[in-house]
């Protein structure tokens, strides 16, 4: 069974702070790995990964795949009290047709 | 362009009611999936619609429905409600063809 696993589950830290979250999976013909911000309600998309080792960055924000490990990095650096979201790992998948596949997400608290 | 809409923003049913969600997807998106989010849960997949067809599936009961118009406007339906279906439910459009996928803010369902 398809699965994509986040860890942390939540993350508390100060502003300033540099965070690393994780995202794991086991999906059958993997396409591309997405992460999302959801601070409220609506998620909003932050990276598509779709090859190993070729890192995106926005900002502060950056992500990497390793496709041979089946994994990929979101990191924030110099955090600040606006990155306080939920943060979503999904996982699309195609065998004729597209799905994707969510974690649970890592809640993430930045104190001022 | 306008984003993803969902209506109603809220709503408060009662055990055994039955209850329709909408979707208005981006103009020009033909695929429009669904998903449900309970804290812990992450986002579980419902179905996905394309150009009017169910493309795909995921693991919900037949209470749980769903069709799509010839505009690309999706509804969803949920008929004998039970306090577990208690949910954010999150509307989301594509193109389709394995892109990014863009959420609307979501409908907040409370059964009593």
């Known amino acids: 069974e398809d699965k994509v696993v986040q860890s942390p589950l939540s993350l508390v830290v100060h502003e300033g702070d540099t965070v690393t979250l994780n995202c794991s999976y086991e999906?059958?013909?993997?396409?591309?790995l997405l992460w999302y911000k959801q601070e409220k309600k609506a998620p909003t998309f932050l990276f598509m990964l779709?090859?190993?080792?070729i890192e995106k960055k926005s900002g502060r924000l950056s992500s990497i795949l390793d496709k041979k490990e089946l994994f990929s990095i979101l990191n924030i650096t110099a955090t600040q009290t606006g990155d306080s979201a939920v943060y979503l790992c999904?996982?699309?998948?195609?065998?004729?047709?597209?799905?994707?596949?969510f974690g649970t997400g890592t809640r993430l608290k930045v104190l001022a | 362009k306008a984003g993803v809409t969902q209506t109603p923003r809220y709503l408060i049913k009662t055990r055994g009611q039955q209850v329709t969600l909408s979707c208005s997807p981006i103009?020009?998106?033909?695929?429009v999936s669904w998903y449900q989010q309970t804290p812990g849960q992450g986002l579980q997949f419902l179905f996905e619609?394309?150009?009017?067809?169910?493309?795909n599936k995921g693991n919900f009961p037949g209470r749980f429905s769903g069709r799509q118009f010839s505009n690309s406007r999706s509804e969803m339906n949920v008929s004998t409600l039970e306090l577990g279906d208690s949910a954010l439910y999150l509307c989301?459009?594509?193109?389709?063809?394995?892109?990014?996928?863009?959420f609307g803010s979501g409908t907040q369902l409370s059964v009593l």
């Open positions: 989301a459009s594509s193109t389709g063809g394995g892109e990014k996928l863009f």
């Open positions: 999906v059958t013909n993997f396409r591309s």
């Open positions: 779709t090859s190993s080792g």
């Open positions: 999904a996982v699309e998948a195609t065998s004729g047709t597209y799905k994707y596949i």
């Open positions: 103009s020009g998106h033909r695929s």
């Open positions: 619609y394309f150009s009017e067809t169910q493309r």
